[in-house]
């Protein structure tokens, strides 16, 4: 079984940065993307950041310059650096990975628990 668990969220002022790490653990062959969503209150989850494992990245248009996709492939974990950060950055950050369990095989999507990240202003 793969399990991803996500780490570093939490509460900040307006303005500073926090760091999420997602490491995936379990019967790994190998990952392909990995990625940040997220989701606030009453809305819909959305797309925050993604990685493949070559090192490409895309972005939600609204948060290139402030976030920062990364990731450590040998050690299965994908991070994301956030700065200037805003009151509507609040929301639940979930990690994404898709990965397959035997070389060959298909990938499969696994998510994480979630994190909670909340901005005060």
């Known amino acids: 079984q793969v399990q991803l668990v996500e780490s570093g969220g939490g509460l900040v002022q307006a303005g500073g940065s926090l760091r999420l790490s997602c490491a995936a653990s379990g019967s790994i062959s190998s990952i392909n993307a990995m990625g940040w969503y997220r989701q606030a209150p009453g809305k819909q989850r959305e797309l925050v950041a993604t990685?493949?494992?070559?090192?490409?990245?895309t972005y939600a248009d609204s948060l290139k310059g402030r976030f920062t996709i990364s990731r450590d492939n040998a050690a299965n974990t994908v991070y994301l650096q956030m700065n200037s950060l805003k009151p509507e950055d609040t929301a639940v950050y979930y990690c994404?990975?898709?990965?397959?369990?035997?070389?060959?095989?298909?990938?499969?999507?696994?998510w994480g628990q979630g994190t909670q990240v909340t901005v005060s202003a």
């Open positions: 994404n990975a898709m990965i397959s369990w035997v070389a060959g095989t298909a990938y499969r999507s696994y």
């Open positions: 990685i493949i494992s070559g090192g490409t990245t």
